[in-house]
């Protein structure tokens, strides 16, 4: 199951990760964190950006050590991996970069249980090399980045009144937006949104998550 | 999954492999984290002593010529039941073990070099030494404070305290006057959630202990009530302005919003938060007065 197949182009792999298989909007991926951490654009951009960066960090990894882990292992094998990477993300910013640390502290320590990593590791870095696996998880990281900046933004902007912190309206429309059942109406709000373009578009819907149960 | 495996029960040889794999492989991830832990924590211990030493001094508004001292406080028990406890107090000057009462067992001079050491394991170190405990875990280290020093005189106390938040503990520092009054707060570490419990460390929540009373906080408690516009103005306006003169300004505000307002969606991060700052305080009270003479 280890052989390399020919990957797709690019471009491809790129807008895969940004509209057809969106992990957040159409695999509906790690919606927990997801909606947990959105209630500010802020928060949605820092949690994106480390995603983004693991993302492509362990897709890379899981191609190069494919050939040497016995299948029926893959699964931990691959949580180790990420554990790794966040482990070691973490305690570099802490001591290089307090500053930064202080800011993305948080966030980096929750992407051990993240979905959509693990599933793109056991999807596609098992069956391709190490430089499709950079773009797969690039364009992937770039998708949930993406998801993470519309749904913190229409969440503050909603619930806060306010963009980055700065009051854009002097009230707070609709707080229910920020609480964690807002989280869930907003990424259904944006996922129907995703499906009728795709429906105007002429594609079909796929039957249950785009075929990924990571 | 998009393939299926193989799913007839192993054989024994096989499972060996498989648990022998999987060893191998975390014994792996085990040398990668302990190698680079061992590489990283000296430069982010370094690193939070730097913000904490920044923390204190902005907290109790000193001057950049003023010193910072350090009490650190360990627990002994010399028997197996809990009345058998020893306090063991380590100031800049003397190194003190009483009794729960207060009565003064021992005490020792500290020399410069432990003095002025910013090394926490140092002290803990030659503590243990002068203690001469034949059992080590016969000692604890259980909490510190700090009094800045300007010019001869204390400015103000600062007091580390935990307390348990929603999934961790929180470590806080609470800026305190002579009169045991509330100069301000920060939450030094925390693990609550990003944009719910996480929100303790703005400014709209932990100021809203600034400038209480010992007597305000011994009652105060946590609010669900939405907070007042013009609280909130005043509250993010400490940080931006130093305390003395936010109190002057907005000292009338205070007894209108005698509780604490909590975090929307973090009602038990913000009860926490409450809850140990009340304890730290009480305790600290208590703990002056019988270290005050060894300062």
């Not at chain 1, 094998?77 to 990420?82: E, G, L, N, S």
């Not at chain 1, 929750?110 to 690039?138: Q, T, Y």
């Not at chain 2, 909490?143 to 007091?159: D, K, N, S």
């Not at chain 2, 919003?257 to 009480?282: D, E, M, Q, W, Y």
Request: hydrophobic fraction near 45%; charge should be positive.
């Amino acid at each position: 199951m280890s052989e390399s197949r020919p990957p797709p182009p690019i471009s491809t792999m790129l807008m895969r990760g940004l509209f057809e298989e969106n992990p957040v909007f159409r695999l509906a991926l790690s919606l927990c964190p997801a909606v947990a951490v959105t209630t500010s654009l802020k928060n949605g951009l820092m949690l994106g950006v480390a995603v983004l960066i693991v993302q492509v960090l362990s897709s890379m990894s899981g191609s190069l050590v494919k050939h040497i882990i016995n299948p029926k292992i893959r699964i931990p094998v691959f949580t180790i991996i990420i554990a790794i990477w966040v482990s070691a993300m973490d305690m570099i910013l802490a001591a290089y970069y307090a500053s930064v640390y202080q800011e993305v502290g948080l966030y980096v320590k929750l992407i051990v249980a993240f979905a959509i990593i693990i599933s793109r590791m056991e999807l596609f870095s098992m069956k391709h090399n190490v430089v499709p696996c950079f773009w797969d998880g690039l364009g992937m990281g770039l998708g949930f980045l993406a998801a993470m900046v519309l749904t913190g933004s229409f969440r503050e902007l909603m619930g806060s009144g306010s963009i980055f912190g700065i009051a854009v309206v002097p009230f707070k429309p609709l707080l229910l937006v920020v609480l964690p059942a807002g989280g869930f109406f907003t990424i259904g709000l944006i996922m129907a949104l995703f499906n009728w373009v795709d429906i105007k578009r002429g594609h079909k819907l796929p039957t249950s998550g785009g075929g990924a149960h990571g | 999954m998009s393939k299926t495996i193989d799913q007839a029960p192993p054989n024994p040889r096989e499972m060996l492999i498989i648990a022998a794999g999987l060893t191998l492989v975390c014994l792996v991830a085990a040398m990668i984290l302990g190698g680079l832990y061992f590489v990283t924590q000296p430069a982010k211990e370094h690193n939070l002593q730097m913000r904490e030493q920044a923390m204190i001094r902005g907290l109790l508004g000193l001057s950049p010529q003023a010193k910072i001292l350090e009490v650190r406080r360990y627990l002994r028990s010399t028997g197996t039941e809990g009345r058998d406890l020893q306090v063991i107090y380590l100031t800049a000057r003397k190194l003190v073990s009483m009794d729960l009462n207060g009565k003064e067992l021992g005490l020792h001079a500290v020399p410069d070099e432990v003095a002025s050491s910013t090394s926490s394991e140092l002290k803990n170190e030659w503590v243990f030494k002068q203690i001469k405990t034949s059992d080590p875990e016969q000692i604890k280290y259980a909490g510190r404070f700090f009094v800045g020093v300007e010019g001869t005189q204390p400015a103000g106390y600062v007091v580390e305290g935990v307390t348990a938040g929603y999934k961790n503990w929180i470590r806080f520092f609470m800026a305190i006057d002579s009169a045991y009054g509330i100069k301000g707060v920060e939450i030094i570490e925390h693990e609550e959630d990003p944009g719910l419990g996480a929100e303790i460390t703005q400014r709209y929540f932990k100021n809203q202990f600034a400038g209480r009373s010992l007597e305000d906080i011994e009652k105060i408690t946590v609010t669900k009530d939405p907070l007042p516009a013009d609280w909130l103005t005043a509250l993010e306006t400490l940080g931006d302005m130093p305390f003395q003169p936010w109190l002057e300004k907005y000292r009338e505000m205070l007894p209108k919003n005698p509780n604490i307002h909590a975090i929307t969606g973090s009602t038990i991060s913000s009860a926490a938060v409450t809850n140990g700052i009340k304890r730290a305080l009480g305790n600290f009270r208590k703990r002056m007065s019988l270290v005050e003479k060894y300062l």
